[in-house]
């Protein structure tokens, strides 16, 4: 099988550090191979030149990275959506995957997630945690969801020994 990842960087990494843990990207990139046989996991992000040897491990564990331009407010927060972005490219790349894992607990993508199902392309929504998963994505997913707070002992990142 050839199952692709499209995951949302930014609510992952969110739900997760509020959690109290952090995800270790390495080892969910061989979780996600192992578990779901995802051949190619696609990682969408804003774009922050200060971030660049963040952007070269995740490279290196595996992940193929699609930036989106990021765009500062006045008042100098960063606005990144990359949900678009997620969407065109599941779509797009339809007919060169097997099944789809979605990773993210944001309901914008329930739409997707939908369609998804009803043409029997998902395998998995993966999202960091059920209370702060959207409705709709539960609703859409059906029985096709887990959730990574209780894979810390497979994706946490490990604390360093002294």
């Known amino acids: 099988m050839k199952n692709y ?18 995800l270790d990207w390495a080892r969910f990139r061989v979780y996600l191979r192992d ?24 490279q290196k564990s595996g992940f ?15 606005k ?3 949900d678009a972005d997620l969407v065109l490219h599941a779509i797009l790349k339809i007919n060169e995957y097997d099944k789809a894992i979605i990773v993210s607990s944001d309901g914008d993508f329930y739409s ?4 998804l199902y009803e043409h029997r392309k998902l395998e998995m929504v993966l999202s960091a945690y059920v209370k702060t998963c959207s ?3 539960k609703k859409e997913a059906k029985e096709k969801i887990n959730y990574m707070s209780n894979l810390k ?7 360093q020994r002294k």
């Open 64 to 78: 193929i990275i699609v930036f989106k331009p990021l765009v500062f407010n006045e008042d100098g927060t960063v």
């Open 5 to 22: 990842a499209f995951i949302d960087a930014q609510n992952v990494h969110l739900g997760i550090k509020s959690l109290g843990w952090e």
């Open 80 to 82: 990144g959506n990359c």
């Open 112 to 115: 997707l997630v939908k369609h």
């Open 35 to 58: 578990k779901y046989r995802v051949t190619e996991a696609y990682l969408f992000l804003g774009y922050l030149p200060d971030n660049q040897k963040l952007y070269t491990y995740l």
């Open 135 to 137: 409705k709709l994505l």
């Open 153 to 159: 002992e497979k994706i946490g990142r490990q604390k």
